[in-house]
């Protein structure tokens, strides 16, 4: 996909070989959105996908990325690097 892809609330899964060559980002909820009640995104970078920008995360979510994805900077969130086919489930 060329450009950059973006979500405030949504989960996001890369997967099948996917490629980003812009930035993955998941901004802040505007003012009144209530998302400290509900469990943060998920956010998944898996086998063989990769982003070539950066991925930028402006609140929390769960980032597990791939021993096998490439993925460019990442700001605001941990990942959690793993193998296999998937990542373990929340």
């Known amino acids: 996909m060329a450009g950059n892809l973006g979500t ?6 890369l997967a099948g070989g996917a490629r980003i060559d812009g930035d993955l980002v998941v901004e802040k909820p505007t003012i009144g959105w209530n998302w400290r ?23 929390p979510v769960t980032l597990y990325v791939s021993d096998r994805a ?3 900077p990442i700001t605001g ?12 489930r929340r």
Request: net charge neutral; glycine share 14%.
């Open 8 to 13: 405030v609330r949504g989960d996001v899964e």
């Open 37 to 59: 009640d509900k469990p943060p995104p998920r956010v998944v970078v898996g086998p063989d996908c990769s982003v070539g920008g950066r991925l930028r995360f402006e609140h």
């Open 70 to 72: 490439t993925v460019g």
């Open 77 to 88: 969130a941990t990942p959690i690097r793993y193998s296999g086919d998937s990542p373990p």
